[in-house]
């Protein structure tokens, strides 16, 4: 099992910044990518960014040139540097750790992926 404890949301002005952290623990063997999604209430939960072991980052449309995903020295914490902030950025994040495919359908792997319980991010006006 793996556990994700997310940290650093709260509440920012309109054109600020906040960095959430999320720290992978237990059996992290077999993590093979790290992310971010969000969700508000009645929508879909949404694809933020993600960023493999090996350091390849991919951003939602949204986000783009707003936001940068990073690895820690472990690859097993992940960090969202969130700058120019907007409103429509309040939601609730949640940290995605998403286990090697190939390794869970042999059954190596506990589960395809794990969630954080999320961590609530405010932009105000």
């Known amino acids: 099992q793996v556990q994700l404890v997310e940290s650093g949301g709260g509440l920012v002005q309109a054109g600020g910044s906040l960095t959430l952290s999320c720290a992978a623990s237990?059996?992290?063997?077999?993590?093979?990518?790290m992310g971010w999604y969000r969700q508000t209430l009645g929508k879909q939960r949404e694809a933020v960014a993600g960023?493999?072991?090996?350091?390849?980052?991919d951003y939602g449309d949204s986000v783009k040139g707003r936001f940068t995903i990073s690895m820690g020295n472990t690859k097993n914490t992940v960090f969202l540097q969130m700058n120019s902030l907007k409103p429509e950025d309040t939601a609730v994040y949640y940290c995605?750790?998403?286990?090697?495919?190939?390794?869970?359908?042999?059954?190596?792997?506990?589960?395809?992926?794990?969630w954080g319980q999320g961590t609530q991010v405010t932009v105000s006006p």
């Open positions: 960023i493999t072991s090996s350091g390849s980052a």
């Open positions: 995605n750790a998403v286990n090697d495919p190939a390794a869970t359908a042999r059954g190596v792997c506990a589960q395809p992926d794990y």
């Open positions: 237990g059996d992290t063997s077999c993590i093979t990518a």
